[in-house]
C-alpha cells in the first residue's frame, strides 16, 4: 500500500474513531459508491507524485435533513442513509477534511471543499453549508470555505464529535 494513502487511512480512524461511535458515518466502498450517486463532487482527492495528501467528504442533502441534523435529530449516519439519491438538494453538510501534517495551512483543504462546492451548485440550487465541529482547525476552515463560497454556515450547536 502507499506509503501517504496509509498515512491519510491512519490519520481518519485516529481522528474520527468511527469504530466505536455508531452516530458518525463510516465511509468504506459502499459508503462511497453511494455518495457518488448523489453526487460525483462528494469525495474529493489531491495527489501529488508520493500518493495521495488530502481527502475531503461533503453531503449534499435536503434543508429539512440539515435541519434535523442541527437540531440533533438525526445522526451524522442517519442525515447520510435518509438522503435520498438523485434529488434536489439545497445544502452541503461539510463532513470532513484530512490533509497529512506536512501539507497542512497551505489552502489544500479550502480549495478542495471550494471546488466540490462549486461542482454541487453547477446543478443544484445550494442555499446552506453546515458542519459539526470536531477541532478549532475544522471550524476554521468551514468559516474560510462559507466565506470564499458566500454561502451562509450552520453549526451543529452543543455536540462536538
Not at 51 to 80: C, D, K, N
Request: with cysteine; charged share 20%.
Amino acid at each position: 500500500m502507499n506509503p501517504n494513502l496509509q498515512r491519510l487511512i491512519q490519520l481518519a480512524e485516529s481522528t474520527f474513531d468511527v469504530k466505536h461511535d455508531p452516530d458518525q458515518l463510516a465511509v468504506d466502498a459502499t459508503v462511497l459508491d453511494r455518495l457518488g450517486g448523489i453526487h460525483p463532487a462528494t469525495m474529493a482527492e489531491e495527489r501529488t507524485p508520493d500518493g495521495p495528501i488530502a481527502w475531503t467528504l461533503v453531503i449534499p442533502t435536503t434543508v429539512p435533513l440539515m435541519e434535523a441534523f442541527l437540531s440533533g435529530h438525526l445522526s451524522e449516519r442517519q442525515m447520510y442513509e435518509a438522503t435520498p439519491v438523485k434529488a434536489r438538494y439545497q445544502s452541503i453538510y461539510l463532513c470532513s477534511a484530512m490533509v497529512l501534517p506536512e501539507h497542512r495551512r497551505q489552502g489544500v483543504a479550502r480549495r478542495m471543499l471550494s471546488s466540490s462546492i462549486q461542482a454541487i451548485r453547477g446543478d443544484h440550487a445550494i442555499s446552506d453549508l453546515f458542519f459539526w465541529p470536531f477541532s478549532l482547525e475544522g471550524e476554521q476552515l468551514a468559516v474560510a470555505v462559507a466565506q470564499e463560497t458566500g454561502l451562509p454556515l450552520h453549526r451543529r450547536l452543543g455536540l462536538t464529535r
